[in-house]
């Protein structure tokens, strides 16, 4: 396939599938935190700090990948495809919200376990109902058969 000279056409740039599937992304995480904001599960000092953008989508990865039982903070990290280091600010963020704690690891005494807090339980909770709600939200804009070869096309794509 030639090569077009960059010179030619820039408009590529934002029209490319990259860039739809980070601004989708983008969209939706932004609603799931604004349902998330008003969810009466969500403690009132987490809900404050989601309303007002403090919570946001760094944050989202403890919510996606920390297992219910908890998990080892180098297993949190490269679940969420993060550094070690950056995923150990996250914990600490959500560890002074009140969201998560670190516990001793009953398997090994020289290890720490990273798990959800009641209040932690109850925003995993909150972001399950969010997310479902946005994802309603997607069918109803779209329709729910290009929602459907949506997620199939991109479950293809990322190798489920």
């Known amino acids: 396939m030639p090569s077009t000279p960059v010179s030619e056409s820039t408009a590529w740039r934002q029209t490319h599938i990259g860039h739809w599937l980070r601004q989708a992304l983008a969209q939706f995480d932004a609603r799931v935190m604004k349902l998330m904001a008003r969810h009466p599960a969500v403690p009132l000092g987490l809900s404050n700090l989601a309303a007002r953008g ?78 479902a709600q946005a994802e309603d939200e997607l069918r109803h804009a779209v329709g729910t058969e290009v929602a459907t070869v949506v997620t199939l096309g991109l479950e293809a794509y990322c190798g489920r």
């Open 54 to 131: 403090q919570v946001g989508a760094a944050h989202i990865h403890i919510t996606r990948h920390l297992a219910p039982e908890g998990a080892r903070l180098t297993a949190l990290a490269q679940a969420a495809g993060m550094s070690k280091q950056a995923m150990g600010t996250l914990v600490d963020q959500c560890e002074a919200w009140g969201m998560v704690v670190r516990e001793n690891d009953p398997l090994d005494a020289r290890a720490r376990r990273v798990c959800f807090t009641a209040t932690g339980l109850a925003w995993l909770g909150a972001y399950h109902d969010a997310v």
